[in-house]
């Protein structure tokens, strides 16, 4: 069983700035992939950005050059830098983890909203 702990998200203005920050305790954290799935009201969930155990990282096409995803294996925390953001950004974002034997885990999610 993995939990995963979020903080972050929020109102803020088109092209602001927020960061997320996702925790997920345990010794088995630097095996685990890390990422951020997002759903907007009406809208399935749609993968923002993961980073795997190695250390690579995706993006979908729609956050490229402006979010940014790291992870830090001694703190088993995993951050989503999120600049330059736009109204459709608006979403509940939803940390998550999937083990090596792709058991996949969810964060109760955060709400961001990008409004003027």
């Known amino acids: 069983q993995v939990q995963i702990v979020e903080s972050g998200g929020g109102l803020v203005q088109p092209g602001g700035s927020l960061r997320l920050s996702c925790i997920a305790p345990g010794t088995i954290f630097n095996t685990l992939t890390m990422g951020w799935y997002r759903q907007a009201p009406g809208k399935q969930r749609e993968l923002v950005a993961l980073v795997t155990s190695g250390g690579t990282s995706n993006y979908a096409d729609s956050v490229k050059g402006r979010f940014t995803i790291s992870r830090d294996n001694a703190k088993n925390m995993v951050t989503l830098q999120m600049n330059s953001l736009k109204p459709e950004d608006t979403a509940v974002y939803f940390c998550?983890?999937?083990?090596?034997?792709?058991?996949?885990?969810w964060g109760q999610g955060t709400q961001v909203t990008v409004s003027s």
């Open positions: 998550y983890a999937r083990t090596a034997q792709l058991v996949t885990y």
